[in-house]
């Protein structure tokens, strides 16, 4: 059974970073995608960013130009470096893992959470 755990939230200043990790067991990162969702309080779920098992990388506007996705296949863990840190990033950050190379994700984390103050 598939299961993916996060780490590495916490608490910055605006302009800060932080580097989230996730890692994923009974899954391999070469044949599926890995991605990463936020949610913030009283808002839904979003997309942030995803990985394919090509190593191909989409994000969110949000996010271009200030995270950065990847992962590594031997450890079958992915990352998401963010640097520029701001307020409305705040939120709830999960880790999914992906069904095919694209997408499909159907195995969440339980989610580490980021603040960023003022």
Do not use: H
């Amino acid at each position: 059974q598939v299961q993916v755990v996060e780490s590495g939230g916490g608490s910055v200043q605006n302009g800060g970073s932080l580097r989230l990790s996730c890692a994923a067991s009974q899954f391999d990162a070469t044949r599926n995608a890995l991605g990463w969702f936020r949610r913030a309080a009283g808002k839904q779920r979003e997309w942030v960013s995803s990985i394919y098992c090509s190593g191909d990388t989409t994000y969110t506007t949000a996010a271009e130009g200030r995270f950065t996705i990847s992962k590594d296949n031997a450890k079958n863990t992915v990352y998401l470096q963010m640097n520029n840190l701001k307020p409305e990033d705040t939120a709830m950050y999960y880790c999914a893992a992906g069904v095919w190379c694209t997408g499909g994700f159907r195995v969440w984390g339980q989610g580490t959470q980021v603040t960023v103050f003022p």
